[in-house]
């Protein structure tokens, strides 16, 4: 018990430093500004193309900028954040600590997911009281459900952008370079169902590709029974990319300790 709850503390005070150095300098008018203004001009930036592709319903483009926002958190957030531990010279400093590396290296997604859940709250009334999107049917305890799934499962592709972050001065371009593919791969702006058949198999190989799916069936109204496939395929494939960023991780370590490259910018 002595053990679980010390890995527990330091979960949360990875996360609480986290939070510091990626929030604290903020004011809070500059945090609500952001999180408000993003999302509303993204969703009408794809509103008006899907418009001009001759996509007459906003609703289901609405929804997926929506519901890509916490995604996005997860991944772009979290590779800023490990990525950032070397360009600011902590690096040395977290592989020389003594402590359990899980804690460690999940604590720092923590507040991206609550950062994620804090903009879908600001979006979604954005979306109904300015583009008037129809809510009267939707399903509020499975949307919450859908959401945190979503925000934990994407986690894992972060963790290992984090890491290539650590490896190559060009990681960034490559998390933005992957967060621009996931409008077109994951069903955000158009079904799934639209794309070549190599690229559905893409698809459904992502963390998001089923959450957005049960999101969107929960925002209509469905029921537990349906959308339970989707959220499980959904925690089984985020499951799987944590675990593949978390050795990553620690491949790259060990690789450090005998090198000591990653220290070198």
Not at 27 to 46: D, E, I, Q, R, V
Not at 70 to 76: C, F, I, Q, T
Not at 115 to 137: E, K, N, Q, S, Y
Not at 232 to 237: A, F, K, P, R, T
Request: with cysteine.
């Amino acid at each position: 018990m002595r053990a679980v709850i010390r890995i527990i503390r330091l979960y949360f005070i990875q996360a609480w430093f986290s939070y510091r150095s990626l929030f604290a300098w903020s004011t809070p008018f500059n945090y609500f500004a952001s999180k408000l203004g993003f999302p509303f001009f993204s969703m009408l930036l794809f509103m008006f193309m899907g418009k001009y592709a001759g996509f007459t319903d906003p609703t289901f483009i609405i929804i997926g900028n929506i519901l890509l926002l916490p995604a996005l958190n997860g991944v772009s957030g979290i590779s800023q954040t490990v990525g950032g531990e070397r360009q600011f010279g902590a690096l040395s400093y977290l592989l020389a600590s003594p402590a359990p590396r899980a804690p460690l290296f999940l604590g720092r997604a923590f507040f991206h997911i609550l950062d994620g859940f804090i903009t879908l709250l600001v979006a979604l009334p954005a979306a109904v009281i300015f583009l008037g999107m129809d809510v009267t049917r939707i399903n509020l305890g499975l949307v919450f459900i859908c959401v945190l799934t979503l925000c934990i499962t994407t986690n894992g592709i972060g963790f290992i952008m984090g890491t290539v972050t650590l490896l190559s001065r060009d990681g960034w371009m490559i998390t933005s370079t992957l967060s621009i593919a996931f409008y077109m791969l994951i069903g955000v702006n158009f079904p799934v169902e639209n794309l070549p058949a190599f690229l559905q198999w893409v698809a459904y190989g992502l963390p998001m590709t089923r959450g957005i799916m049960a999101a969107r069936l929960a925002l209509n109204g469905a029921d537990w029974t349906r959308i339970a496939p989707l959220i499980s395929g959904e925690i089984l494939i985020g499951l799987l990319y944590i675990m593949i960023g978390y050795a990553s991780f620690r491949f790259v370590e060990r690789a450090s300790i005998r090198s000591g490259l990653l220290d070198t910018i």
